[in-house]
């Protein structure tokens, strides 16, 4: 953005709000606050968003949310995408617009206004990326890694294999309970999201590493100190945290010389591409992943699709 366009914009968003608009503004934010129960993070990004927009509304001269038209918001994600905002970022702003004048509406606020300027208006189109795979090959080296002679390597090792295993998000895996592992049946419960819960096979080699390391090693790093029933512990005796899988993670990758950008999510992706790539049923894999809806895990067989090509690529004389 040219350096005035900047200028302006960082003058227009520094500039008071009508009285008006700050009075709704603020009922707003009470509401998601203490009756919504949204997180403080969240309620401060619900305000920057909407500040911005209404900052944008009051320079058009309106001062009442009655007078709001869809092309006024209109015009303001056009503002957003000259901006060059991510279409992920104007889309989230859009989405605080939409709650704030739902609210406005439902509410009676602001002298009867009665219809949502945002109701037909949609967000940018946003490209889905592809999730980052490995190949079967890049998993073997990877965990080959891990020093298994020591506790510590052990344990990683274990990580790597049961989130490869299961699909598991870094966030489950942290609070992955020893409770949760079903040996006999062979499977595993993972609570998910909104602590929604889902049953997910394991492997045999995930089960021998887990056996080892509850044998060898939690009892050791767990020492004296109240661990709960959490299985991965870090040197401390306490529950690992997301972060520091992260960059477990990270390093083994490195150590594999695995040149792709590597995290957390790479093995949940792997995992379910993999799958697919065997012939999994696609709502298997959606169950075994928690997706709610089909759509978001139909993304990997494009994945499938793309690993296809390059075997048709490969082999095929006349490719």
Do not use: C
């Not at 992943?289 to 490969?314: C, M, N, P």
């Amino acid at each position: 953005m040219p350096a005035q366009k900047k200028k302006a914009a960082a003058k227009e968003q520094s500039a008071p709000l009508p009285k008006e608009f700050s009075r709704d503004l603020r009922s707003f934010l009470h509401f998601i606050s203490l009756e919504k129960g949204l997180s403080e993070n969240t309620r401060v990004a619900y305000q920057i968003d909407i500040t911005r927009y209404l900052q944008f509304i009051s320079g058009r001269g309106i001062r009442n949310i009655k007078d709001i038209t869809p092309e006024d918001v209109q015009k303001f994600v056009r503002t957003l995408a000259i901006e060059e905002l991510a279409p992920a970022s104007v889309a989230r702003t859009l989405a605080s617009i939409r709650g704030f004048h739902k609210f406005i509406v439902s509410d009676n606020l602001s002298g009867n206004a009665d219809a949502d300027p945002t109701e037909h208006i949609d967000p940018p189109k946003r490209k889905r990326a592809l999730p980052s795979v490995l190949s079967i090959q890049e998993i073997d080296a990877m965990f080959a890694q891990p020093d298994v002679k020591t506790e510590l390597g052990v344990r990683d090792r274990t990580i790597l294999e049961t989130m490869y295993a299961t699909g598991m998000r870094v966030s489950e895996t942290v609070n992955f309970k020893q409770s949760d592992i079903l040996f006999d049946a062979g499977i595993v419960r993972i609570f998910g999201k909104g602590s929604k819960e889902r049953v997910v096979p394991l492997g045999r080699s995930a089960q021998e590493w887990i056996r080892r390391y509850q044998k060898e090693v939690r009892w050791k790093l767990a020492g004296h100190k109240q661990t709960g029933d959490v299985l991965f512990l870090n040197a401390r005796g306490q529950k690992l945290s997301r972060v520091a899988i992260w960059k477990m993670i990270k390093h083994y990758a490195l150590e594999a010389k695995i040149t792709t950008e590597v995290h957390p999510h790479t093995l949940r992706h792997s995992f379910a591409t993999h799958l697919l790539e065997g012939g999994a049923d696609l709502r298997a894999v959606q169950e075994m992943l928690g997706h709610a809806d089909i759509s978001t895990t139909q993304i990997y067989t494009h994945v499938d699709r793309e690993y296809l090509k390059e075997v048709h690529r490969t082999f095929h004389p006349r490719a």
